[in-house]
Antibody
Framework: QITLKESGPTLVKPTETLRLTCSFS????????????VGWFRQPPGKALEWLAL???????HYTPSLRRRVTVTKDTSRNQVVLILTNMDPADTATYYC????????????WGQGTLVTVSS | QSVLTQSPSVSAAPGQKVTISCSGS????????VSWYRHLPGTPPKLLIY???KRPSGIPDRFSGSKSGTSATLAITGLQTGDEADYYC???????????FGTGTKVTVL
């Protein structure tokens, strides 16, 4: 069974750095199990779902152009975790953040976490 | 900002059919597989279609996907009240090296 769960602060102040962790089970990002990755998405209140970042088993990383200067994604294979770091947070970054498993061959996100709401406010 | 364009909303009565279109370009839809997701805000998105037209286990055949050139379509037949949600298309964009997501389509059951 594939599960993913996001964790991190629910409230951050403007200019602070957000660190979210995606803890997963049922698959691995180790080299021996290629063909998978973990992506991050967010949905601001009343707005569309937005893709943010993606890291593959081989540590290949991709980021949405609009956040490229602020976003970083890292994987910890031994802990089955992927971390999203977003710097210089702004109220416009208030959103529900989701992580999801990426299947390379099918080129799709087939399993998703429940999501975590992050509010940016002073 | 999104490179994939969807109509903002579609609606139909229960039992009817709706189609949702997703328009892109040669660098994304034209050269890659398309997926479709259903999303109710506050709940995790759910994969409905992958590889343009394949359904994951558990997804009823009321949901079907197709692709032609640089456009993709999701069809929902036998519409049910539980189908009210936002629907998104997604695919890889070779030129940008990013995952492209659609603008989302809200399905309303009248």
């Amino acid at each position: 069974q594939i599960t993913l769960k996001e964790s991190g602060p629910t409230l951050v102040k403007p200019t602070e750095t957000l660190r979210l962790t995606c803890s997963f089970s049922g698959f691995s990002l180790s080299i021996s199990e290629n063909g998978v990755g973990v992506g991050w998405f967010r949905q601001p209140p009343g707005k569309a779902l937005e893709w943010l970042a993606l890291v593959y088993w081989d540590d290949d990383k991709h980021y949405t152009p609009s956040l490229r200067r602020r976003v970083t994604v890292t994987k910890d294979t031994s802990r089955n975790q992927v971390v999203l770091i977003l710097t210089n947070m702004d109220p416009a970054d208030t959103a529900t953040y989701y992580c999801a498993r990426r299947q390379v061959v099918e080129a799709t996100f087939d399993s998703w976490g429940q999501g975590t709401l992050v509010t940016v406010s002073s | 900002q999104s490179v994939l364009t969807q109509s903002p909303s579609v609606s139909a009565a229960p039992g009817q059919k709706v189609t949702i279109s997703c328009s892109g370009s040669n660098s994304n839809i034209g050269n890659n597989f398309v997926s479709w997701y259903r999303h109710l805000p506050g709940t995790p998105p759910k994969l409905l279609i992958y590889d343009n037209s394949k359904r994951p286990s558990g997804i009823p055949d009321r949901f079907s996907g197709s692709k032609s050139g640089t456009s993709a379509t999701l069809a929902i037949t036998g519409l049910q009240t539980g189908d009210e949600a936002d629907y998104y298309c997604g695919t890889w964009d070779d030129s940008l090296g990013v995952e492209a997501f659609g603008t989302g389509t809200k399905v309303t059951v009248l």
